[in-house]
């Protein structure tokens, strides 16, 4: 693991952390297992067939389908860095994670959530161009523009939030390592420590506000100008077809933004509602969009549908042949 669990004056404190789950539905939790392990199952494979169809068809060697490749191995990142831990807990009861698991956890959840919300901004930039600047559409979205944009997402959330779990890794813990969510997320494990943690709130707040709101302000922008484009189209459906290439993207983001707002309302509220619902809707946040993302872009995308058939079918051409 990344992070170990000492303090700024050396002494080890806490070396593991409980994650209580949902203690509202102890009863019935095992019956919330199925859902959760369905989504998970279905995230799985939807993403890697998605992977596997984007490099075995070459004319899905584009940027824009480059952009979903990577949506797809954050969304594997995303599933995988909270999933199985969380199905153990109601499976199993296995509550406990050692302290740089937890560290660790913090730092792959808001990486990638960071990503993601990276990924949603270039790609709303590519939609832009495609509908407000067709005829210089190949210029400017080139392979080489694919590499500098992954390259500054990619230094820009795994430098800026590497603070993070250092930060929480330096607090004094004392006793308190009961965590109130099903996975470590940074403000729940470091509100435990017996210390001021100001610093370390106040860091997440400040990355997470300038990330996600950037990202969602320049993506606004970017269909405030894509609205007006369409609607100066004088063809009949020429606007509805420009817009029907917007569709999958737009319906991803606005339950990815959306869930965010509602983690935030129920955070500032979590004195007023049971703990298990802002648990859930974490929850749901990591593990829906995994499963949502590649079904639909898979189903309303029809070359990705057409390369999905083209590698099933020869697949099947060669499992024939053995």
Not at 85 to 99: C, D, E, H, P
């Given at each position: 693991?990344?992070?170990?669990?000492?303090?700024?004056?050396?002494?080890?404190?806490?070396?593991?952390?409980?994650?209580?789950?949902?203690?509202?539905?102890?009863?019935?939790?095992?019956?919330?297992?199925?859902?959760?392990?369905?989504?998970f199952?279905?995230?799985?494979?939807?993403?890697?067939?998605?992977?596997?169809?984007?490099?075995?068809?070459?004319n899905?060697h584009?940027?824009?389908?480059?952009?979903?490749?990577?949506?797809?191995?954050v969304?594997?990142?995303?599933?995988?860095s909270?999933t199985?831990?969380?199905?153990?807990?109601?499976?199993?009861?296995?509550?406990t994670?050692?302290s740089?698991?937890?560290?660790?956890?913090?730092?792959?959840i808001h990486?990638?959530?960071?990503?993601?919300?990276?990924?949603?901004?270039?790609?709303?930039?590519?939609r832009?161009?495609?509908?407000?600047?067709?005829l210089?559409?190949?210029?400017?979205i080139?392979?080489?523009?694919?590499?500098?944009?992954?390259?500054?997402?990619?230094?820009?959330?795994?430098?800026?939030?590497?603070?993070?779990?250092?930060?929480?890794?330096?607090?004094?813990?004392?006793?308190?390592?009961?965590?109130?969510?099903?996975?470590?997320?940074?403000?729940?494990?470091?509100?435990?420590?017996?210390e001021?943690?100001?610093?370390?709130?106040?860091?997440?707040?400040?990355?997470?506000?300038?990330f996600?709101?950037?990202?969602?302000?320049?993506?606004?922008?970017?269909?405030?100008?894509?609205?007006?484009?369409?609607?100066?189209?004088?063809?009949?459906?020429?606007?509805?077809k420009?817009?029907?290439?917007?569709?999958?993207?737009?319906?991803?983001?606005?339950?990815?933004?959306?869930?965010?707002?509602?983690?935030?309302?129920?955070?500032k509220?979590?004195?007023?509602?049971?703990?298990?619902?802002?648990?859930?809707?974490?929850?749901?946040?990591?593990?829906?969009?995994p499963?949502?993302?590649?079904?639909?872009?898979?189903?309303?995308?029809?070359?990705?549908?057409?390369?999905?058939?083209?590698?099933?079918?020869?697949?099947?051409?060669?499992?024939?042949?053995t």
């Amino acid at each position: 693991m990344f992070f170990s669990n000492t303090s700024s004056s050396g002494s080890t404190e806490v070396s593991e952390f409980i994650l209580v789950g949902f203690p509202g539905i102890q009863s019935w939790q095992h019956w919330l297992s199925i859902p959760l392990a369905l989504l998970f199952f279905i995230a799985l494979m939807a993403n890697i067939t998605l992977l596997i169809t984007f490099y075995a068809d070459p004319n899905l060697h584009e940027p824009m389908y480059y952009f979903l490749a990577m949506l797809a191995l954050v969304d594997l990142g995303l599933c995988n860095s909270v999933t199985p831990k969380l199905l153990g807990i109601l499976w199993f009861g296995a509550k406990t994670i050692s302290s740089s698991a937890c560290f660790t956890q913090i730092y792959f959840i808001h990486c990638l959530l960071g990503v993601e919300s990276g990924v949603f901004l270039v790609m709303a930039y590519d939609r832009y161009v495609a509908i407000c600047n067709p005829l210089r559409y190949l210029y400017i979205i080139t392979n080489s523009f694919v590499v500098k944009a992954t390259a500054f997402i990619l230094i820009r959330n795994t430098v800026l939030v590497l603070p993070l779990p250092f930060l929480a890794a330096r607090l004094h813990y004392c006793s308190r390592n009961t965590i109130k969510y099903s996975f470590c997320a940074n403000l729940a494990v470091v509100s435990l420590a017996c210390e001021d943690f100001t610093i370390s709130s106040a860091y997440q707040l400040t990355v997470a506000w300038s990330f996600l709101s950037g990202d969602l302000a320049l993506i606004i922008i970017s269909y405030c100008f894509i609205f007006r484009a369409v609607l100066k189209l004088q063809a009949e459906g020429a606007a509805m077809k420009a817009l029907s290439t917007c569709s999958s993207h737009l319906t991803l983001i606005l339950f990815f933004y959306t869930v965010l707002v509602v983690l935030v309302i129920t955070h500032k509220n979590a004195h007023k509602i049971p703990s298990d619902i802002p648990n859930m809707a974490n929850v749901l946040h990591l593990i829906v969009p995994p499963s949502l993302n590649p079904i639909v872009y898979g189903v309303r995308t029809k070359e990705i549908k057409h390369g999905i058939q083209k590698v099933f079918v020869k697949s099947r051409r060669l499992s024939s042949e053995t």
